[in-house]
């Protein structure tokens, strides 16, 4: 990218987590219109930082799509009409979810494998995520990490991420995410802050950071494959064929067990179109204890 044009056209279309490498000839109004003072000298961690310079430099941007929106995206569950008991139908998650009352949830922890986008991809982008985290079930939070398969500007696109939402989603600079590379997520409570990690066991590279997010109800452990949002609504789904989670775990209020140990706290979730056609269609609990199961991709949406 080279003009500032490539780069707000970009902005546009972002998913929420993307590393942004360009050279300005001059800044980029539609960037600093949408930032507070405090955002614009905004100093974190090294690999959440944002800079923007003068005429003629390179700017390096690691960031979401949450801090320039007018209207942050929401990644906690969103609800189709038609739900029963332990079964839920959501237009941007499919997965497994447990939950339990408001400061039970201390850990949440799984694995499964990057899956590869299937076909070409099309000329318009298209997203999906896989996650671990705590909250969003039915709270205002999420504490999560994972990795995305997506289809950006016609190519398939593969990367690691972490997210305190409602702060923002960041890139995770270090791991190089490959298909079929094997992940490892978890996502803790100490009693005093939120600790996510994340492990490319294939490459054996890791990566941990903690946050104090203090309105967090700690009420579920999900694990989760998602159709991102922007603050224009949920994205495409992108076709990534089945994605396979295996060695579940949380621990609610004191006892640790598998999704499937937890009997009538589990909710399983299918993500459904506006329409109520299935988009991603969560397979039954299986393995040692009810620890695995697998999300099959069914139509992109919306």
């Known amino acids: 990218m080279s003009s500032r044009g490539d780069f707000c056209s970009i902005l546009d279309d972002l998913a929420g987590r993307t590393i942004v490498r360009l050279t300005c000839d001059e800044l980029c ?28 430099a390179t700017a390096l941007i690691l960031l979401s799509f949450l801090s320039l929106g007018s209207a942050a995206p ?25 939950t339990g009352p408001s400061g039970s949830v201390n850990d949440a922890k799984g694995s499964w494998t990057v ?12 997203y999906s995520s896989f996650w671990v985290g705590i909250d969003g079930f039915s709270s ?33 600079n270090g791991l190089t995410i490959t298909p ?10 100490n009693g005093r802050s939120f600790t996510v990690t994340i492990t490319d066991t294939t490459t054996s590279k890791s990566f941990s950071t903690s946050a104090k997010v203090h309105s967090a109800q700690r009420s579920s452990a999900e694990w989760i494959a998602e159709a991102p949002s922007s603050s224009g609504g949920i994205l495409p789904l992108a076709d990534f064929g089945t994605v396979s989670f295996s060695a579940c775990t949380a621990m609610v209020s004191g006892t640790s067990g598998t999704i499937g140990s937890f009997g009538s706290s589990v909710q399983v979730i299918t993500m459904v179109s506006n329409s109520g056609a299935v988009k991603a269609q969560p397979s039954s609990l299986s393995g040692s204890g009810g620890d695995s199961f697998s999300v099959t991709w069914k139509s992109s949406g919306p």
Not at 32 to 51: F, N, P, Y
Not at 115 to 126: K, V
């Open 29 to 56: 109004p539609q960037i600093l219109s949408g930032l507070s003072v405090a955002e614009r000298s905004l100093k974190m961690k090294s690999q959440t930082h944002l800079t923007i310079s003068s005429a003629s």
């Open 74 to 98: 929401i990644p906690q569950l969103t609800l189709a009409p038609r739900t029963h008991d332990g079964s839920f139908q959501s237009t941007n998650w499919s997965g497994y979810a447990v």
């Open 180 to 189: 079929g590379d094997h992940i490892t997520a978890e996502a803790s409570f």
């Open 140 to 172: 205002g939070t999420v504490e999560q990490t994972g990795t995305d398969s997506d289809c950006q500007n016609g190519a398939p696109t593969y990367y690691a991420w972490y997210e305190f939402y409602p702060h923002p989603a960041f890139l995770i």
């Open 115 to 126: 899956p590869a986008i299937q076909g070409s991809c099309p000329s318009t982008n298209q």
